[in-house]
């Protein structure tokens, strides 16, 4: 006689329902009273079909228990107990499908900075780059940014739309080569019947109105690095000379912000152990900046840093973003928007299902391309020998990238396995594994419970829009 057992999820409710998130298929379902009680009941005793069935009915005498439980089955909520019960879920991991189509590539124009932020990689043992004294040139040049244009589209397969992000440094300290990439980008994506769209990252203290006025009129989205208000800005946003650049960079984002209306401009916020007032930020960029997206990420380093986040820190991190996630919730079921960036993006791939075998696209879909046109996984890897792909001149080192998605595959992460966010995080960010435990290879456990945590909320969130508000989901849809 078959035993049944509830599927591995993560139970939640949200608008007062029962909901599950299904590990397996990243799939979110509501519950009602009946299906609740079928789940109830497994999860206290594995039972045979006819047993769950004879404990439940009694409390629901006329519903068609048998037609549910086997709708249950089906999206694999409830599932046979295997024989011998394995210890923890198995995950198989799969040669990955190669050659997978490039989709965005992320151009270091030039890895020089007008600012040295206290906590920057570059300007720590954290650097993977040597980019003082390195072989890297200080300066991407013309024909390297061409020959990364090239590659992108030759290798982006049937992907209909590719992806130009521009990187630093100070992304316009290369301002020459950048502003004559795009028409060039722009002319290959006429060429190979396709779509482009830019990025570009940037601390905006040398934006001039020329720059703004390109940026604006070629529909450039741009995400400024930024810390919030004066005093928080300038703890570590700071010149050579140590002097601040929350003056310099003000009146030029005000002007940014005023010009460039095409595309929602966004702020990029690096939390610290002495900056982590996530609602006072916010407040200060959008209220009083008007940027219309905020995101929010905690600074990348090794945990003996005074900046680093320690575990109060994150708590305290966590604390403030359940408060601006609800903030989030009550101008969405108000139909208003609000620009809390971190709930967006999770509530967007909860809606679309996505189920990761890798963290992010470093690697897969997107490459990043240092300034002497050496191809790596990210902008944050560019120039590093040991996570190269190729270069721009050479070509993508297919086997090379085959090897490291081999390596990095969720299903040699064994700590993830039996852990229920693995669909939305599948171990987290490479550099930053990289930086804490000196391997890409290795899940970020140092940040699990708050990852967990995070997605629990971002998971009542869902529901709870889902169900009072359900139309407001389908700007996911695209
Ligand atoms: S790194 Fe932690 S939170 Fe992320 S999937 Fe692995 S165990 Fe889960
Ligand atoms: S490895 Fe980290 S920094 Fe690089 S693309 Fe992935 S998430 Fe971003």
């Known amino acids: 006689m078959t035993m049944l057992r509830v599927g591995e999820h993560h139970a939640f409710e949200a608008a007062n329902r029962r909901y599950l998130y299904l590990v397996p298929s990243a799939a979110v379902f509501a519950l009602d009273a009946p299906a609740a009680a079928l789940i109830d009941a497994l999860d206290a005793a594995p039972a045979t079909r006819t047993d769950l069935i004879s404990r439940v009915s009694a409390q629901f005498p006329r519903t ?89 589209f030759r290798e982006s397969g049937e992907v209909a739309v590719v992806h130009v992000s521009f990187f630093g440094g100070e992304t316009l300290m290369n301002y020459p080569v950048l502003s004559r990439a795009v028409p060039y980008a722009k002319a290959q994506a006429a060429a190979y019947g396709k779509r482009v769209e830019f990025n570009l990252t940037t601390n905006a203290t040398l934006l001039t109105p020329k720059m703004i006025a390109f940026l604006a009129d070629e529909d450039i989205s741009v995400t400024v690095s930024i810390d919030g208000p004066r005093e928080m800005q300038n703890r570590f946003r700071v010149f050579h000379d140590g002097s601040g650049s929350y003056d310099v960079m003000l009146p030029r984002v005000q002007e940014l912000l005023r010009r460039h209306r095409s595309r929602p401009i966004g702020a990029r916020v690096t939390l610290t152990s002495q900056v982590s007032d996530v609602l006072g930020i916010y407040r200060h960029l959008t209220d009083e900046i008007g940027f219309q997206e905020v995101g929010f990420a905690p600074v990348t380093t090794s945990p ?175």
């Not at 997978?100 to 040295?116: E, G, I, K, M, R």
């Not at 920057?120 to 940014?145: H, L, R």
């Not at 700590?415 to 171990?427: F, K």
Request: aromatic share 8%.
């Open 64 to 152: 068609d228990l048998g037609g549910l439980l086997a709708e249950l089955e089906q999206i694999h909520a409830v599932q046979p107990v295997p024989t011998p019960a394995p210890k923890t879920p198995t995950i198989i991991p799969l040669t990955p499908v190669t050659p997978f189509p490039l989709t965005t590539a992320v151009l270091n124009v030039t890895n020089q900075c007008n600012l040295s932020c206290g906590y920057c990689y570059e300007y720590s043992e954290d650097k993977i780059v040597d980019t003082t004294n390195g072989k890297q040139p200080k300066f991407m040049t013309d024909e390297t940014a061409r020959q990364s244009i090239d590659l992108l």
């Open 304 to 478: 003996d840093r005074d900046h680093a986040l320690d575990a109060s820190g994150f708590d305290q991190m966590v604390t403030q973003f359940t408060a601006l996630a609800d903030e989030f919730l009550q101008a969405a079921l108000a139909g208003r928007h609000h620009g809390f960036s971190n709930v967006s993006e999770t509530l967007g791939e909860i809606h679309k299902g996505v189920s990761k075998a890798y963290p992010c696209g470093a690697g897969l879909g997107l490459i990043g391309v240092s300034t002497g046109g050496d191809v790596a996984l990210c902008h944050r890897f560019a120039g590093s020998e040991e996570h190269g792909l190729g270069s721009v001149s050479a070509g993508l080192d297919r086997d090379a990238q085959r090897a490291f998605l081999e390596r990095n595959h969720i299903g040699h992460k064994t700590d993830c396995h039996t852990c229920w966010a693995r669909p939305l995080c599948s171990g987290g960010c490479y550099h930053e594994a990289h930086t804490r435990y000196g391997s890409t290879t290795h899940p970020n456990l140092h940040y699990c419970d708050w990852i967990r945590e995070w997605t629990d909320i971002c998971l009542r969130i869902y529901g709870e829009i889902a169900e009072r508000s359900p139309s407001f989901l389908d700007r996911f849809d695209a």
